[in-house]
């Protein structure tokens, strides 16, 4: 048997709850995840998700070195302010983790770039997450592209 993959998960805000939230649920149902660590700067933030998800506090760090030292973390998934993105996917894939960061990955293309062939030379997987790209309509759209249906 495969081991789950151990996530950390940086930002606990409204969508790293709802993230929290999904990982928590594959965790129970798939095993092939498993939720490591939660990280925010908002203490009251993460007590808050103690009963709901049944966390222990040994999972909630307000400190993203914490989290990115942790054993079993070997992915993270980033939720945090759009401004912030690029210095934790940095921090992140330096310290050898794959990282899925929420959009807009970065907010300037070059970093953009930066942080792709970062990924590239270290061997590490980056990865932009998108509410509707997994949606049926997008997925028929791309077929109809693919197939050149309506043009290049």
Known sequence: ???????????????GTKLIREYRSAEKSKGNVKLVKVCD????????????FSIYDG???QRVHDLLATP?????????PNRTHYALAKMALEAGKDVL???PMILRSSEAYELVDLAA???????????????????????VLRKRAIGE
């Open 41 to 52: 700067s908002s203490l009251s933030a993460l007590l808050a998700h103690r009963e709901e």
């Open 101 to 103: 960061v929420e959009k």
């Open 59 to 61: 999972m909630l760090t």
């Open 72 to 80: 079993g973390v070997s992915a993270v998934h980033i939720a945090t």
């Open 121 to 143: 030379s270290l061997g590490r997987v980056l990865h932009v997450g998108h509410i509707f790209r997994y949606n049926s309509a997008l997925r028929e759209a791309a077929q």
């Open 1 to 15: 048997m495969v081991s789950p993959v151990g996530v950390g998960v940086i930002g606990a805000g409204y969508w």
